[in-house]
């Protein structure tokens, strides 16, 4: 079956600094790569995605690009903000109507 | 909020006993996920159900089951519980079929087994 794995599993940046998670899969089957942020005690919500067509994603602040070649995909923050300070999940599915898989998360502290 | 609602949030129940855990997704979407989410685990996927019926599973024991409902509440069921079974479960709900269409998290079930 599919595997994720996500790295560093904790990142703190300063204030205004850029953070990068890293995640790789092994299912070169998977083509949907959909990125959660989980605030502490709160429920995951989905911040950005992107299909196996498109190599990069942007909205705002937040920009995912995806290396199909070598089974990756990041997550870009620029000018992270406090309120960044969550964990982000990455995770890869077939699409349509495969399972989905979450990597192990990353602990993100911005600090002020 | 997600408009997705779960009930109850706390649970303590002891092994080998079975519990239902409830979710009303949002208004207008007929696809439900179940989720778990454990410290040793991270986050699993369980199964997905669609209009009534099971689309997708992925991680779910055979001790688990699921179902959905002609109002499309969804309800899980754990039956012999074990201490491993400990963790957070959410509902996701989402408009469509595909996991393409954006899943909105409900506050989840604090599930805790002694």
């Known amino acids: 079956g599919e595997n994720v794995e996500q790295h560093p599993s904790t990142l703190s940046v300063q204030e205004g600094d850029s953070a990068v998670i890293k995640c790789t899969y092994s299912?070169?089957?998977?083509?949907?790569f959909p990125w959660y942020k989980q605030e502490l005690g709160k429920r995951p919500q989905l911040i950005i995605d992107?299909?196996?067509?498109?190599g990069e994603k942007k909205d705002q602040r937040i920009a995912v690009t995806l290396n199909k070649t070598a089974k990756h995909f990041s997550l870009h923050i620029t000018e992270t903000q406090p309120e960044d300070s969550a964990v982000y999940f990455c995770a890869a599915s077939g699409g349509g109507y495969q399972k989905v898989t979450f990597g192990t998360g990353t602990k993100l502290q911005v600090i002020p | 909020d997600s408009g997705v609602t779960q009930t109850p949030k706390h649970l303590i129940t002891a092994t080998g006993q079975r519990v239902t855990l409830r979710c009303s997704p949002r208004?207008?979407?007929?696809?439900v996920y179940w989720y778990q989410q454990s410290l040793d685990q991270g986050l699993q996927f369980l199964i997905q159900?669609?209009?009534?019926?099971?689309?997708a599973k992925g991680n779910i024991l055979e001790r688990f089951s699921a179902q959905q409902f002609p109002d499309l509440h969804s309800e899980l069921n754990l039956s012999s519980l074990e201490l491993g079974d400990s963790a957070l479960y959410f509902c996701?709900?989402?408009?469509?079929?595909?996991?393409?269409?954006?899943?909105?998290f409900g506050p989840g079930t604090r599930l805790t087994v002694l």
């Open positions: 159900y669609y209009n009534g019926e099971e689309r």
């Open positions: 208004s207008g979407d007929l696809s």
């Open positions: 996701a709900s989402s408009v469509a079929e595909s996991l393409y269409n954006e899943q909105f």
């Open positions: 299912d070169s089957a998977s083509n949907y």
């Open positions: 992107i299909r196996s067509n498109v």
